[in-house]
């Protein structure tokens, strides 16, 4: 009796994600068309969009689903900022931006090679109410509900703080890809750490 593949029991939708995912990782989200994701989660382009309105919004749903998710620990730390210190919060948020920018590089980096296309991407993003831009509006919530709490210097600028951290943990995943090593020269904790403190000490 032949044995029954476990992945067609998997829902039309996950198996979607999984191919836009693994196919966005290895050849970019530019170079990746619809069709390639229906035919690699066997299903048709009409299906797949049933489930997404666009390519851009399937690539959020990678993002979001697939890649460590990084709004909702900051929308969580924003409701109740003194669960722990400041230092372990802004830790956890280093750390899980750092793996976070480290895995949608490779899918987004095509984006940038052609400006017009950049320009599209960017367009139908702010349709949809995404962009690269969330993660620091997300933490800057969260430094502002610190601030509220009395845990961070009153007249600190949020926003700038949050671009700073999130700076930081993209330039983590661009620069070391291209050293010889090709990692950065400090592990993942002992970098997260070392970001928030050096962040705190500004926000005193």
């Known amino acids: 009796m032949p044995t029954e593949d476990p992945t067609a029991r998997r829902p039309t939708r996950a198996r979607i994600l999984d191919a836009a995912h693994e196919l966005m990782l290895s050849l970019g989200m530019a170079?990746?068309?619809?069709?390639?994701?229906?035919?690699?989660?066997?299903?048709?382009?009409?299906?797949?969009?049933?489930y997404f309105a666009s390519k851009q919004e399937l690539f959020v749903a990678v993002l979001g689903e697939r890649l460590p998710r990084l709004g909702p620990l900051m929308e969580?730390?924003?409701?109740?900022?003194g669960a722990r210190s400041v230092e372990d919060n802004l830790t956890e948020i280093a750390r899980v931006a750092a793996l976070f920018y480290?895995?949608?590089?490779?899918i987004a980096a095509s984006l940038y090679a052609e400006t017009q296309l950049k320009l599209r991407h960017e367009d139908a993003q702010r349709q949809i109410g995404a962009g690269p831009h969330l993660p620091i509006e997300g933490l800057a919530d969260y430094l502002r509900a610190e601030q509220r709490a009395g845990r961070i210097?009153?007249?600190a600028d949020a926003f700038t703080a949050a671009a700073l951290l999130m700076g930081a943990?993209?330039?983590?995943?661009?620069?070391?890809?291209?050293?010889e090593a090709g990692r950065s020269p400090q592990p993942l904790d002992e970098f997260a750490r070392a970001a928030?403190?050096?962040?705190?000490a500004g926000l005193g």
């Open 31 to 50: 170079r990746t068309t619809t069709k390639e994701i229906a035919r690699a989660a066997d299903c048709s382009e009409a299906a797949l969009y049933k």
């Open 76 to 81: 969580r730390l924003a409701r109740d900022p």
């Open 102 to 106: 480290e895995q949608s590089f490779p």
């Open 153 to 155: 210097r009153a007249e």
């Open 169 to 179: 943990c993209c330039q983590r995943a661009f620069a070391y890809d291209a050293t």
């Open 196 to 200: 928030a403190r050096t962040l705190l």
